[in-house]
């Protein structure tokens, strides 16, 4: 039997759902039968046999609804093959200190299941794409204050690298495609 693979995302931006969708055609084209959705869509995990799923990081944390999902179905996270992916752009810098910082997001994750990979990628940020005037305000400083210009900076190739090395984590033993 096919493993059937849900990769799942919380994106307020679109960044950590284009990640996602990238995870997403590199499983299918290694020949697996994969979903990429929305968190905020899936209700149901029966279908599936394994799972990644991916935050964008606001305030050094996961959203509250990809915690909220983990929480919620953390009997079954346990049991199948989970990998976990993080988006944000402090890794976009040269600053070591501030990367130093980016495993410990997974900390709360750890907390709840036992994932079997890890992926942490530089996102994407364009304060002129948030609506209110506070938050574009709000996101200049934070980008001035960590020294980056608003970009596009994430590395597809090593996105494609890490889920090919993901990718047999996921598919059982067994599964001859
Ligand atoms: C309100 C807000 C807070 C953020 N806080 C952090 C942060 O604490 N650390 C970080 O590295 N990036 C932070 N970022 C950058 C996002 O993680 C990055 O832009 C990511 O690509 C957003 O993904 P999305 O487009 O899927 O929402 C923040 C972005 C926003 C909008």
Known sequence: MTTKILVTF????GATAGVAAAI???????????????????TDL????????GSAIHGGRWMPEAMA????????LQQMPTAVFQVCMMLATHNEQYKKLVPGWFAPIRSQIRPVAEGSF???LQPGKYPKL??????RIFLAA?????GDYR?????RTWTDSVSPLLISKGDNG
Do not use: C, M, T
């Open 69 to 76: 999902f983990i929480e919620r179905h953390h009997d079954i």
């Open 122 to 124: 530089s996102g994407a």
């Open 146 to 150: 960590i020294k980056l210009k608003a």
């Open 155 to 159: 590395d597809w190739d090593a996105i």
């Open 46 to 53: 029966s279908a599936y046999q394994a799972f990644i799923i």
């Open 24 to 42: 997403g055609q590199k499983l299918a084209s290694a020949g697996a039968e994969v979903d990429v959705r929305s968190i905020n869509e899936v």
């Open 10 to 13: 919380a994106s307020p931006g």
């Open 134 to 139: 506070i938050e574009k305000l709000g996101l």
